[in-house]
């Protein structure tokens, strides 16, 4: 009798890990997926040109962007680009990203209170170890427009 | 004996006095030289550099006008232009998918000329001209690449997308 009842204890036991592990296991593959896919944004360049690609993944706070292009900056100059919250109304405050490397890409990651507030990312031109916190506004290189659901809220 | 003593002291005075004032007028000049300079150079200095000030405050207007006409426009004004253009164009973002990587089909239907994108890329080359923001910094780039394709491009993201840490 007893015996039965251990028996019965384990697999209820053993049922509640496995279905414990599979709920964790397919919410850490949505969220790689969401993270993975996102959503991929043409960066217009404001000479003429496309600058390059961006592609954005976040799950309201977890944000992951990487970014590509193909020109090299000028000597002693990096591409910077920036998060901006420019909705209408909106506070207009830039977020820098980060620098791209020599390879021409960007990777960003962090853990953002809200992310879809950001409308655009921009790419401004920067002297390499600049000490100014502000965006060179008179070297825009380009601009990717996310206004789509669901960022710039 | 004392008619003789102020008699030869009046002697002496007589003597010596033009060379007192061969000694005077040129201590005058000097301590006249030293006052002049002293209350005058320090005017004059200052008066130079009221005029340096000021000749830099006429100049220093048109610098900051140039550096104001490129600094007015913030990254907010400039996303909130082509955001505007882009809803305008037809377009509610520059959004695309790059898959699948091999050929990026949607990509390169959108930046092919007569596009939706191409046609956004052309009105925000007239619109950054309008805001004063100094693009040519890509047209100069252009001497590195002729032309974007947009499977590179989208090759390029792929691969930085295997690369997530």
Known sequence: MDAMKVSIYSVFIGLVILIGVFTAFSAFQRNVNALKTGQTYVIAGWGGQYFGLVNIASDGNQTTIIASTPYKPPQGKVFEAWLVDGNYGASGYPLSVGQFDAKGILTYKANIVNPFTYTDLGITVEPKNDLDPKPATSDQAGIAVFSSPPYGK | ?165
């Open chain 2, 1 to 165: 004996m004392k008619m003789n003593y102020n008699k030869e002291n009046i002697k002496m005075q007589k003597k010596y006095s033009h060379h007192m004032l061969l000694l005077l007028v040129p201590s005058i000049a000097i301590a006249l030289i030293i006052v002049v300079g002293i209350v005058f150079v320090p005017n004059v200095v200052v008066i130079q550099s009221a005029a340096a000030q000021s000749s830099s405050s006429q100049q220093l207007p048109q610098q900051q006008q140039q550096q104001n006409q490129n600094n007015n426009i913030s990254l907010a004004t400039s996303s909130e232009a082509a955001r505007n253009l882009a809803q305008k164009s037809g377009i509610n973002s520059t959004e695309v998918s790059t898959k699948p990587v091999q050929n990026a089909s949607e990509l390169t239907q959108k930046l092919a000329p007569g596009g939706g994108l191409a046609n956004f890329q052309g009105q925000l080359n007239g619109l950054g001209q309008q805001l004063g923001i100094n693009g040519t910094i890509l047209s100069q780039l252009k001497q590195q690449i002729s032309s974007v394709n947009p499977t590179q491009l989208a090759q390029q993201l792929d691969q930085a997308l295997d690369y997530i840490p």
